[in-house]
C-alpha cells in the first residue's frame, strides 16, 4: 500500500486485501463493423487491407502504436474489488500512475509504475509494453514529443524491499566485501542505494540513511563499482629463487597503509585452473621482473634489494589496468560520443569536420603507419573527432593511455560537446603518432595507445587520471586540499583508481560512460 501525498487509500486497500478473481469477457462473434469505429483507425484498417505503405520498413511498421497490456499473453489478468464496483487490478494500477505522475509521463514510466503495483498484489500476472525498446513509448502519454528516460536503471518498490532492473547479466557484480552502489539521478544531496543481492534480471538494493516512497520508481544511476585489485602471482617454477619470491611476497603483504596488503594487488596462487593471474613476478636467478598475463616482460630486471621497488611497479602497473578498465554497462550515455581518428592529408592543419575516419581492423584497433621520407621515417599525422550523436550536450575527457603504463589527458582535458556536434582534439590541431623515445625507429617496430573516453552529464577534473610513464615518475598524489574538491562520480571512480582511498561522496550523481579505441602504430617493412 502506499502513503503520503497523493495517496487514495481506498483504491491502494483495495489493491492490498480484496479477493482477487480472473478478468473474463465474452468474446466478440465477428470483427467490429468500419463505420463503428474511430477515423483513424478507420484508416489504419484500410491500409492494412490494402497491403499497407510498402515503403515503410519493418522497424517503422512495428512502432505505429503502443499496446499497455495487463498481463502477458501466457498469463490471466486479474480484477478486485467489490461485485459492483470491480476493477482491473492494472487499470487501478495505471490510473494510480496516472494520477501521480502527472500529464508529463511517458508511456514507459507510466507501465513500470502500474507494473509495480501488479507485481505487489498478484504472482504470475506481469503488464507488458510494447514496443519495449522504441522511441515511440518515450512520448508522453496520448500524445507529445518524445522524452528519453532520465536513466537506464529504475529503483521500484517490490513486495518488501527495493530492487533496480539490472542484474548480472547487465554487468552488475557484487562479491563479498565489494560496495556496488546506484545514487538517485542527478539529486543533490546524494541519495544512495547499495546493492545486496544480485540476480540474473535485477538487482536488490537496501536505501543509505534515506526512506524512498513506496509508490514512486526513481531514475538511479551507478555510483560506485568495485574496483577489484589485480592478480598477481609470485615464482612457482623450478626456476625461481625461492628466498626472492619470498621477499617480493612479503613486501606485497606490507605495501598498504600502515603495514597492511598493497590495496592495488591481489596475490593468487600460480597454479589456479581457474584463474589466470593478470601479472607475474619471476624470480629466476635471483632477479625480479614483471611479466604480463602472456608471459611478456613489463620491467627491466631488478634485484632482491629493489623488492620495493618492483612492488612500486607492479602498483602502477595496476593503476593503469583499472583507469583502462573502467566501465558502466548500464548507462544511457553508451556509445553515446564516437572517438574517430581521421588520417591529416599532406599541407593539412586543420580537422575537417566530414571526413570519414579510419576503420578499425578485424582486431579492432585502428592501424597507423610511418611513411618513408628519404633515408627516415615520418610518423603518421592525424585528427582525433570526438562525435556526440546524442540529443543532449555530453561533457568529455579523452585519456591517452600509452603500452608504457602512461596515462594522460592532454588530447581533450574536458569540454562539454554540444548535441549532433563534434569537439576535436589539441583545438582541431594536428596528432602525431610516434614511437617512444627509447625504442627505435625501424622496420617492425611497433607501439600501442588506447583512447579512453569518458562521459558524463556533468563536469568533472581530469588530473586525477594522470599517471606518468612506468619508472619515470609518480601518480599525482592526493592532498588534503585537492581531495576536497572533487566531486561527481567520475572524480570518485578516479580518485579510487589511483589511490583507493576514500573520497567525498558525489554531490549529485549523473549519468556516465567509458569507451577505448586502441591505435596501432607500426613502422612498415621495407619492400
Not at 220 to 229: D, G, I, N
Amino acid at each position: 500500500t502506499r502513503t503520503g501525498p497523493g495517496a487514495d487509500p481506498q483504491t491502494d486497500e483495495v489493491i492490498r486485501i480484496a479477493p482477487v478473481a480472473p478478468r473474463w469477457a465474452e468474446p466478440a462473434p465477428r470483427p467490429p463493423a468500419l463505420e463503428s469505429l474511430l477515423p483513424e483507425l478507420v484508416g489504419a484498417t484500410n491500409d492494412a487491407a490494402l497491403g499497407g505503405n510498402r515503403d515503410v520498413g519493418p522497424d517503422q511498421a512495428d512502432a505505429d502504436h503502443v499496446a499497455l497490456t495487463a498481463c502477458r499473453d501466457d498469463q490471466q489478468a486479474y480484477e478486485t474489488g467489490p461485485w459492483n464496483r470491480r476493477n482491473g487490478i492494472f487499470t487501478l494500477g495505471l490510473l494510480d500512475a496516472i494520477e501521480r505522475l502527472g500529464p508529463g509521463a511517458t508511456y514507459r514510466e507510466l507501465m513500470v509504475a502500474a507494473r509495480c503495483a501488479v507485481e505487489n498484489a498478484r504472482d504470475r500476472q506481469v503488464p507488458t509494453l510494447y514496443p519495449a525498446d522504441h522511441d515511440i513509448v518515450d512520448q508522453p502519454f496520448l500524445g507529445g514529443v518524445s522524452r528519453a528516460p532520465a536513466s537506464a536503471l529504475v529503483m521500484r518498490y517490490k513486495r518488501g524491499s527495493w530492487e533496480i532492473n539490472a542484474g548480472s547479466i547487465h554487468g552488475i557484480e557484487a562479491a563479498a566485501g565489494e560496495d556496488v552502489r546506484v545514487a538517485v539521478h542527478l539529486e543533490s544531496p546524494v541519495r544512495e542505494a547499495r546493492v545486496t543481492r544480485v540476480r540474473t534480471e535485477l538487482s536488490v538494493v537496501e536505501p543509505l540513511g534515506w526512506t524512498p516512497d513506496t509508490g514512486r520508481q526513481y531514475d538511479v544511476v551507478l555510483s560506485r563499482v568495485p574496483m577489484p585489485a589485480v592478480t598477481v602471482a609470485v615464482g612457482g617454477t623450478s626456476r625461481d629463487d625461492p628466498e626472492t619470491a619470498r621477499a617480493v611476497i612479503d613486501a606485497l603483504r606490507s605495501a598498504g597503509p600502515d603495514g597492511s596488503p598493497s590495496p592495488h594487488l591481489r596475490l593468487v596462487p600460480l597454479d589456479d585452473p581457474e584463474k589466470t593471474p593478470d601479472l607475474r613476478v619471476s624470480t629466476d636467478g635471483c632477479r625480479i621482473r614483471v611479466h604480463s598475463f602472456d608471459g611478456g616482460p613489463l620491467t627491466d630486471d631488478l634485484t632482491r634489494a629493489d623488492v620495493h621497488t618492483a612492488v612500486a611497479r607492479l602498483e602502477h602497473i595496476a593503476r593503469w589496468r583499472t583507469i583502462r578498465n573502467l566501465a558502466n554497462r548500464v548507462s544511457r550515455l553508451a556509445g553515446a560520443v564516437k572517438i574517430e581518428v581521421v588520417v591529416a592529408e599532406p599541407g593539412e592543419i586543420s580537422a575537417p569536420r566530414d571526413r570519414a575516419p579510419a576503420k578499425p581492423g578485424d582486431d579492432g584497433a585502428v592501424l597507423l603507419t610511418y611513411a618513408r621520407a628519404g633515408d627516415g621515417w615520418v610518423p603518421p599525422m592525424v585528427f582525433i573527432r570526438l562525435r556526440n550523436t546524442s540529443d543532449r550536450p555530453l561533457y568529455c575527457v579523452l585519456l591517452d593511455l600509452t603500452d608504457r603504463h602512461a596515462v594522460h589527458p592532454h588530447l581533450f582535458p574536458g569540454r562539454i560537446i554540444a548535441p549532433r556536434n563534434c569537439g576535436v582534439a589539441f583545438d582541431g590541431g594536428l596528432v602525431a603518432f610516434q614511437l617512444p623515445e627509447d625504442r627505435a625507429v625501424e622496420p617492425g617496430a611497433e607501439t600501442r595507445d588506447y583512447l579512453q573516453l569518458l562521459v558524463s552529464e556533468e563536469e568533472f577534473p581530469a588530473t586525477s587520471f594522470h599517471l606518468g610513464a612506468l619508472g619515470t615518475q609518480r601518480a599525482v598524489e592526493r592532498s588534503p586540499s585537492r581531495s576536497g574538491s572533487f566531486t561527481g562520480i567520475l572524480d570518485q571512480l578516479g580518485m579510487t583508481a589511483l589511490h583507493r582511498e576514500a573520497v567525498r561522496p558525489p554531490a549529485a550523481a549523473p549519468d556516465w560512460a567509458s569507451s577505448v579505441l586502441t591505435v596501432r602504430t607500426r613502422v612498415p617493412e621495407i619492400s
